[in-house]
């Protein structure tokens, strides 16, 4: 079995859960913060339905700069902005994860600031750890935030304390 089998069907997995947390962001709740050194519900719910975009880089480029690097995207202000940024996210990353090579999965793909390597690892080794473990991250986080401003948390892994 291809290495890109065994990752598809957990990429998907975990874009639709992702999906379902944030169709419940209440949209007058995007300026919620929990702390000052916390991101937004707005901003954090945007770079969550970002964060597959990161894939194409992993999978396209031997590297990204963080000096260099593609400006970030402005902050969707609407949950259907939020929505449509995930779903194209998603596609196009799945398309490219689905036509990759084990081969092409196991070169090395740099992170790099200004010039100098922060790390290098195998492209599937990024995959897992700045797409999908980033992603799983920022969607607890998300959770969280739901509660506090009263949203009901759907089922992640399980089911909620909100389903009936």
């Known amino acids: 079995m291809a290495m890109k089998d065994a990752l598809l069907p957990e990429f998907d997995h975990e874009v639709a859960v992702t999906r379902t947390v944030l169709e419940r962001i209440a949209e007058d709740r995007f300026a919620f913060q929990p702390h000052e050194k916390s991101m937004t519900l707005g901003r954090l719910a945007a770079h969550l339905?970002?964060?597959?975009?990161?894939?194409?880089?992993?999978?396209?480029?031997?590297?990204?700069?963080?000096?260099?690097?593609?400006?970030?995207?402005?902050?969707p202000s609407t949950r259907a902005e939020i929505l449509q940024m995930l779903d194209e996210n998603?596609?196009?990353?799945?398309?490219?994860?689905?036509n990759i090579s084990d081969a092409e999965l196991m070169n090395p793909w740099a992170l790099k600031?200004?010039?100098?390597?922060?790390?290098?690892?195998?492209?599937a080794a990024a995959w897992r750890a700045w797409v999908m473990s980033h992603m799983i991250h920022h969607r607890g986080q998300l959770s969280v935030y739901l509660r506090l401003t009263g949203s009901k948390v759907p089922s992640i892994?399980?089911?909620?304390?909100?389903?009936?």
């Open 49 to 75: 339905a970002d964060l597959t975009s990161w894939g194409q880089t992993i999978l396209h480029d031997p590297e990204f700069n963080m000096v260099t690097g593609a400006p970030p995207r402005p902050t």
């Open 113 to 123: 600031h200004d010039g100098k390597e922060l790390f290098s690892m195998p492209r």
């Open 157 to 164: 892994y399980g089911p909620s304390a909100d389903q009936s």
């Open 90 to 98: 998603a596609k196009k990353v799945r398309a490219l994860l689905a």
